[in-house]
């Protein structure tokens, strides 16, 4: 894995306090714009120890993306993945995905439907590093 020596983990684990701006965050993702949708998400990974939502502060210590994962003992299973518009760049997501491996070493990333494609450019980009 390619890291740069500026590169700090900037993600904070969820907890509650957290809570409205988590659900601002994720509410950038089509399929939870819908209240419902998005608080019965919240719980989803709420529910056990194996889930869990991390959320990404920049330099400036605002919090503008967040990361849902589901983890097993070989596997890290990325859900969702939201950056404010703001912020969009391949750069802030694939720091975020740069660490969660800090967090979860030895575990294989992989990505949902929805993420698959932004792992599979963010490995090709650690291979040619």
């Known amino acids: 894995m390619f890291f740069r020596p500026w590169e700090v983990i900037m993600l904070y684990k969820y907890k509650n306090d957290y809570e409205k701006i988590t659900m601002g965050l994720l509410s950038f993702i089509p399929d939870l714009k819908e209240f419902s949708h998005l608080k019965t ?3 989803w990974y709420n529910s056990t120890k194996e889930r869990c939502l991390y959320l ?3 330099e400036n210590g605002d919090f503008i993306g967040v990361v849902g994962v589901e983890i097993s003992d070989d596997i890290l299973m990325v859900r969702h993945i939201a950056i404010t518009p703001t912020e969009r760049n391949e750069g802030v997501s ?3 995905l740069n660490g969660l491996c800090e967090l ?3 575990r294989k990333m992989m990505g949902s439907i929805e993420t ?3 792992i599979a450019k963010w490995e090709h980009r650690n291979d040619d590093n």
């Open 41 to 43: 998400e919240l719980n």
């Open 56 to 58: 990404w502060k920049n």
């Open 94 to 96: 694939f720091a975020m």
């Open 116 to 118: 698959a494609r932004l």
């Open 104 to 106: 979860y070493p030895g």
